[in-house]
């Protein structure tokens, strides 16, 4: 997820080339014993706003630290996303070693999300770290795996060792642009900054799981196009990561063919890495809110039953289409004076998401959202 969604649908597809694809392989249906086992919440905007002194609660008003809320509201599993060199100096290695040790007391499980840039990074826009602007792709693969490296080592030798990472976020046509952007179908780059990346985690702690992640839930040519590509460049992963929001992917049964389909395509776990639905149409700062229709998806008004029973249905519909995870993107954010969308302006920029957190304007929590397995 990023600030602006309007780069979601600038990609590079080659439909003909996509359409000359092999068929998936046949999908069994999910056991219906299958479970989500990742419950997750990225919480990565919390940070600030607790250091801002903004409070949350549980839908009965006792106020709490916020993960113990969204634990008790059934999460397991919590991502943290890591920018090189922000402006705002959040969401940097300091600050995600120093609330990965929260996460950790609370007994959650953490998925570090690397961007590698020093801002948003997303299907539309990849840009390098600044301490990286010159470098070309040789450079850039040892960058990639160092950088990865030494995050992984130092959350380890704090007894913060990550569960899960991202090898970067939605790649829909690659990162760290332009040497690491898919073009004309060649993958290689891509590959060779993926690869640094797999190996530098599993250097690190061979355990952990490197999940790859795009927002290609909206089709399974853009997912086969993607994974395919990657796939034929040698690239190792453990966990296919998807964004769904409907409003941007389409239909929950678009989304169920999509996830059974790289289920058995790649024979790997997947996870929905992000979704998200608004609570209200009403915006509560400066900044106009991302989503602002009142009903964004069929069937589901923007209201706090609304959003609820859209959360419900996409986990039900991942998880008896094969998923094993499901995360919420960034429930925690709603509008807190300095706790803005732009790194390099973050007190004074606004926050385009505040009626899409599971927190309403007073940090009280939707008494009817749960995570469930």
Same mark, same amino acid.
């Given at each position: ?21 092999p %068929? ?18 990225? #919480? ?10 903004? @409070? ?6 006792v &106020?709490?630290?916020?993960?113990? =809320?969204? @634990? ?8 943290l996303?890591?920018?090189n060199?922000p402006r705002s100096?959040?969401?940097?290695k ?21 961007h ?12 390098? *770290?600044? %301490? ?6 040789? %450079? ?10 030494? #995050?992984?080592?130092?959350? @380890? ?8 990472? $991202?090898?970067?976020?939605? =790649? ?13 179908n ?13 190996? &530098? ?8 799981? !490197?999940?790859? +992640? ?9 997912a ?8 034929? $460049?040698?690239? $190792?992963?453990? #966990? ?8 941007? +992917? ?7 063919? #999509?996830?059974s ?8 776990? !997947? =996870?929905?890495?992000?979704?998200a ?5 009403a915006?509560y700062?400066s ?8 009903? *964004? ?26 998923a ?19 790194p ?12 899409q957190?599971?927190f ?8 009817? =959202?749960?995570?469930?397995?």
């Amino acid at each position: 997820m990023t600030v602006s969604r309007t780069g979601r649908l600038a990609r590079v597809v080659l439909f003909l080339v996509v359409l000359a694809l092999p %068929a998936a392989m046949p999908v069994p249906a999910a056991s219906a014993a299958n479970s989500l086992t990742m419950l997750g919440a990225d #919480v990565s905007t919390a940070q600030r706003a607790l250091d801002l002194g903004a @409070k949350y609660s549980g839908a009965n008003g006792v &106020a709490g630290d916020p993960l113990d =809320i969204l @634990k008790g509201a059934g999460v397991n599993y919590v991502r943290l996303r890591v920018w090189n060199n922000p402006r705002s100096g959040y969401n940097n290695k300091a600050k995600v070693l120093q609330y990965a040790r929260a996460v950790k007391a609370k007994g959650l499980k953490l998925l570090v999300d690397f961007h590698y840039s020093d801002t948003w990074a997303d299907p539309g826009k990849q840009a390098k *770290p600044a %301490a990286w602007a010159s470098h070309g792709i040789g %450079a850039l693969q040892t960058d990639v795996h160092d950088y990865t490296y030494d #995050v992984c080592s130092a959350l @380890k030798a704090q007894g913060t060792t990550p569960d899960s990472v $991202q090898i970067g976020n939605e =790649i829909n046509v690659g990162m760290l642009w332009d040497d690491g952007k898919v073009v004309n179908n060649d993958f290689g780059n891509l590959g060779r900054l993926l690869k640094a990346g797999y190996n &530098a985690t599993k250097a690190c702690n061979g355990g952990t799981q !490197v999940v790859i +992640h795009t927002a290609d839930a909206d089709s399974d040519a853009h997912a086969r196009w993607f994974y395919d590509g990657i796939r034929a $460049q040698g690239v $190792q992963w453990d #966990v296919t990561g998807l964004s769904y929001y409907c409003y941007w +992917h389409g239909t929950l049964a678009n989304m169920t063919a #999509v996830v059974s389909d790289v289920r058995a395509r790649y024979g790997k776990p !997947v =996870i929905l890495a992000e979704t998200a639905y608004p609570y209200t149409t009403a915006n509560y700062d400066s900044t106009p809110n991302t989503i602002s229709a009142a009903q *964004p998806c069929a069937g589901y008004p923007a209201t706090p039953a609304g959003q609820a029973a859209n959360f419900t249905a996409v986990q039900n519909t991942a998880r008896a289409a094969g998923a094993i995870g499901v995360f919420y993107w960034e429930p925690t954010w709603y509008a807190v004076p300095g706790n803005g969308w732009d790194p390099a302006d973050i007190a004074g920029s606004g926050d385009g998401w505040d009626n899409q957190a599971v927190f309403d304007r007073n940090g009280r929590l939707n008494p009817n =959202i749960r995570w469930t397995p």
